[in-house]
């Protein structure tokens, strides 16, 4: 079955850290660049971290610069978002899609954020942090 997987969320107190993963199945992500995004009641979804397929080059939104880190492993077909520091905003399903990138052409995140324009989505992963 071709999907991708989020894990690893949970309850967490504000300064703790979380680990989150995506992984692929069905066919492998060294070709795709990996988005991270959340949504929090209420609010729009937000898209907080990227990772390049080609280069590895990252992206991060100015709200969790500094505090996130997105990593792949391919070996492992898997992307990770290790957050750290969390704070109550951070509060939101994570979600993780995945679009293909031509491995000829030097690659950038995706910078419309256009859910339709992504090849996989995964069906997200509930972080909290408590106060």
């Known amino acids: 079955q071709v999907q991708l997987v989020e894990s690893g969320g949970g309850l967490v107190q504000t300064g703790g850290s979380l680990r989150v993963s995506c992984a692929a199945s069905g066919f492998t992500l060294d070709y795709y660049a990996v988005d991270w995004f959340r949504q929090a009641p209420g609010k729009e979804r937000e898209a907080v971290a990227c990772?390049?397929?080609?280069?590895?080059?990252?992206y991060y939104a100015n709200s969790v610069k500094g505090r996130f880190t997105i990593s792949r492993d391919n070996a492992k077909n898997t992307v990770y978002l290790q957050m750290n520091s969390l704070k109550p905003e951070d509060t939101a399903v994570y979600y993780c899609a995945a679009v293909w990138q031509n491995p000829a052409i030097r690659s950038t995140c995706p910078t419309e954020k256009i859910e339709s324009d992504y090849d996989y989505w995964g069906q997200g992963t509930q972080v909290t942090v408590s106060s």
């Open positions: 990772i390049v397929s080609t280069d590895g080059s990252t």
